[in-house]
Nanobody, 121 residues
């Protein structure tokens, strides 16, 4: 059974930092994975992803502040979040795309339960 488990969320002041972790079991952390977030009353949005060639993509709103990374020895994906803003407040999810035809499909097959991030001004 595949499980993705996020941790590291919390409450911080504006300008603070957090590092989210996503530990995988039953699945090997690799490319075609990403971080998403959903704020109350808003649609889920992509935050950062690893593409098939392990290139990183970021939402414009987090570029220069967030960094996605992996530690394959720990089978864990991370999201380092610096200079946090109140608009970053959301529940953050990690997800894995099994890929289709040898490429990342953009269809995420596995999701974690999420971790809450709250940034106060």
């Amino acid at each position: 059974e595949v499980q993705l488990r996020e941790s590291g969320g919390g409450s911080v002041d504006s300008g603070g930092s957090l590092r989210l972790s996503c530990v995988a079991s039953g699945y090997t952390v690799t490319n075609c994975m990403g971080w998403f977030r959903q704020a109350p009353g808003k649609e889920r949005e992509v935050v950062a992803t690893f593409e098939k060639d392990f290139s990183e993509t970021y939402a414009d709103s987090v570029k220069g502040r967030f960094t996605i990374s992996q530690d394959i020895t720990r089978n864990t994906m991370y999201l380092q979040m610096n200079n946090l803003r109140p608009e970053d407040t959301a529940r953050y999810y990690c997800a894995a795309d099994l890929g289709r035809g040898g490429f990342c499909s953009g269809i995420y097959d596995y999701w974690g339960q999420g971790t809450q991030v709250t940034v106060s001004s």
